[in-house]
């Protein structure tokens, strides 16, 4: 068991680059959804506004998947638009998205696959007060934490 922590920790901490799928809770009794997933150099530093390329057109046939599990949570105030939603996915790739070395689509598209694969292992240990979770994947995308 000590050996497997060891190379957790090394994994961590001397990985090249890393990526963080943040995810949160709209309320207590929702589930979780995407927040964001952002490029690390490690465990504590990260780029933001890498640039401004965003083009819904290119994630457009997403919609079902990214309103569903990658909005801003506006949907419980009952005001929530498609309009909405497409000014936070600008938002977020062009602070993070952008960074990534991702286009639009191929950032979306692997944010939403490693929430679909991944979500289940959130638990108390990647959580802070069960409302916000990360879960931290090497350079190769492989779950490390």
């Keep these: 068991m000590k050996y497997i922590l060891i190379l957790i920790l090394i ?15 709209c309320n207590d009794n929702s589930n979780y959804i995407i927040d964001f997933l952002r490029y690390q150099y490690d465990i504590k530093h990260y780029p933001i506004y890498c640039n401004n ?50 286009e639009n689509y191929e950032y979306f598209n692997k944010t939403l696959q490693l929430f679909y694969k991944h979500n289940k292992i959130i638990n108390n240990y990647n959580c802070i007060h069960n409302n916000y979770c990360k879960i931290v994947f090497n350079n190769n995308f492989k779950y490390i934490k």
Excluded: R
Excluded at 11 to 25: C, D, H
Excluded at 70 to 96: A, P, S
């Design 11 to 25: 994994n961590l901490f001397f990985t090249s680059a890393i990526y963080v799928l943040y995810l949160k809770k």
């Design 53 to 102: 390329d965003f083009e819904y057109n290119n994630i457009k046939y997403m919609n079902y998947n990214l309103n569903h599990d990658f909005n801003n949570c506006n949907h419980l105030n009952k005001k929530n638009t498609i309009k909405d939603n497409i000014l936070y996915w600008e938002y977020i790739y062009n602070m993070y998205g952008s960074c990534s070395n991702f």
